[in-house]
């Protein structure tokens, strides 16, 4: 399995539509968020995935949030417990590192997922916040 990375413009309609099909699948209806996903952000995102059989099954989006600083968000796996999601995440860094070339990374991640950040490097930056009704915290990871 081989890791993808395309800007927007790069991606073909298949993988448009798999990408946002599976962030619908998690963060709305899994998560019962309802909350608008298509925030026009994706335009300037490069967006980092791995496919099985032409279906994403792991996800996450990185864009600019200013100067030196690039933003992940929309993390998922779809197979929880295969080390899938610590492979995104390594593999996800090394292609933001090599494509957006930032000093550092930042994320709102959801207060269950703090270890799993951690891991990779990213210490909590901020108080506990609630997005959508669900506990977050802000991270962040220096290059």
Do not use: W
Request: a negative charge.
């Amino acid at each position: 399995m081989e890791i993808k990375s395309k800007y927007f413009k790069e991606l073909t309609t298949t993988e448009l539509y798999e990408l946002l099909k599976v962030r619908a699948e998690i963060f709305v209806v899994e998560q019962n968020c309802v909350y608008q996903d298509l925030d026009d952000k994706d335009y300037e995102s490069l967006h980092i995935f791995y496919e099985e059989s032409e279906k994403v099954i792991a996800y996450l989006r990185a864009f600019k949030k200013d100067g030196d600083t690039v933003q992940v968000g929309r993390v998922l796996t779809l197979k929880h417990g295969t080390g899938l999601g610590g492979k995104l995440l390594t593999e996800g860094i090394e292609q933001i590192r090599i494509k957006m070339k930032p000093k550092y990374i930042y994320i709102e991640a959801q207060c269950y997922a703090v270890g799993y950040y951690e891991r990779e490097g990213f210490k909590v930056c901020s108080d506990e916040f609630l997005e959508d009704g669900i506990p977050h915290v802000q991270m962040i990871l220096t290059l």
